[in-house]
C-alpha cells in the first residue's frame, strides 16, 4: 500500500462545475499538506498548503485536512478550462525531515 | 527572478548509453530534490541535497543512478547503461532549506531510451 494514495482520474467536468479532489495516506506523522497544480510539459507549481487540520480558502480554491480520517480534499469552485491540469496532492512530516510524499495525480478537465 | 531551468528539455538516447541531465536550482536555495515522474505513478523521490550535508540518496532505484551537487548550486543526475523502464520525466525542484518549505519545479527533462 502506497502512503498517499490519490485517483488519477481523468475527471471531466463542465465548466463553472465544482470540483472535489482527494487523498488518503497512511501515516499519522504528516502535518504539512499542500496541493500542487501542473500542466502539461511544465513542472508542478504550490496551489495550497495547509498545515495539520481544518480548512484554507484562496480565491475559488479550498483546501480541507481531516487527519481523524487521514483524507485531505482540494474544491474548486466555478471551475475554468483554465484549471485543467493534473493535481498532485502531498505532504511532510517534521519526523520524517521534512521528506514530501506525493500523490499520483488527478488530471483534470474542465468544458467550455 | 530566474525559476529552476533544466537542460536537455529531451533527451533520446539508445539502451545502454549513458545520459546526464543538468539542474540549475534558484539562487539561494540550499535545498535540491530530483524526482522521476512516469505516467500515472506521480512523483517518485530520487535524491535530495542539502548544503554540504550528504545526500540522501534512499530513492535512487539503482546503482546505475547517481547525482552530485557542485559548489552548492548546478547539479547533474547520471543515469549509466539506461534502460527502457528508465523514460520518464526526470524533474529537479529546489527549495530555502530543510523543513517545510515550498519546492519550486523546473520544467523537467523528458528522457527516452529506444
Known amino acids: 500500500q502506497k502512503e498517499v494514495e490519490q485517483d488519477p482520474g481523468p475527471l471531466s467536468v463542465p465548466e463553472g462545475a465544482i470540483v472535489s479532489l482527494n487523498c488518503t495516506y497512511s501515516?499519522?506523522?504528516?502535518?504539512?499538506f499542500m496541493w500542487y497544480r501542473q500542466y502539461s510539459r511544465k513542472g508542478p507549481e504550490l496551489l495550497m498548503y495547509?498545515?495539520?487540520?481544518g480548512n484554507k480558502e484562496d480565491g475559488r480554491f479550498t483546501a480541507q485536512v481531516d487527519k481523524s480520517s487521514k483524507y485531505i480534499s482540494l474544491f474548486i469552485r466555478d471551475s475554468q478550462p483554465s484549471d485543467s491540469a493534473t493535481y498532485l496532492c502531498?505532504?511532510?512530516?517534521?519526523?520524517?525531515?521534512?521528506?514530501?510524499?506525493f500523490g499520483a495525480g488527478t488530471r483534470l478537465f474542465v468544458k467550455a | 527572478g530566474a525559476g529552476v531551468s533544466q537542460s536537455p528539455s529531451n533527451k533520446v538516447t539508445e539502451k545502454g548509453k549513458d545520459v546526464e541531465l543538468r539542474c540549475d536550482p534558484i539562487?539561494?536555495?540550499?535545498?535540491l530534490y530530483w524526482y522521476r515522474q512516469s505516467l500515472g505513478q506521480g512523483l517518485e523521490f530520487l535524491i535530495y541535497?542539502?548544503?554540504?550535508?550528504?545526500?540522501?540518496k534512499s530513492g535512487l532505484p539503482s546503482d546505475r543512478f547517481s547525482a552530485e551537487r557542485t559548489g552548492g548550486s548546478v547539479s547533474t543526475l547520471t543515469i549509466q547503461r539506461t534502460q527502457q523502464e528508465d523514460s520518464a520525466v526526470y524533474l529537479c525542484?529546489?527549495?530555502?532549506?530543510?523543513?517545510?518549505?515550498?519546492?519550486?519545479f523546473g520544467p523537467g527533462t523528458r528522457l527516452t531510451v529506444t
Open positions: 525542484a529546489s527549495s530555502l532549506g530543510t523543513g517545510p518549505y515550498e519546492q519550486y
Open positions: 539562487s539561494g536555495h540550499t535545498a
Open positions: 495547509t498545515y495539520s487540520s
Open positions: 502531498a505532504m511532510s512530516a517534521e519526523t520524517g525531515g521534512f521528506k514530501t510524499i
Open positions: 501515516n499519522s506523522a504528516f502535518q504539512y
Open positions: 541535497f542539502q548544503g554540504n550535508s550528504a545526500p540522501d
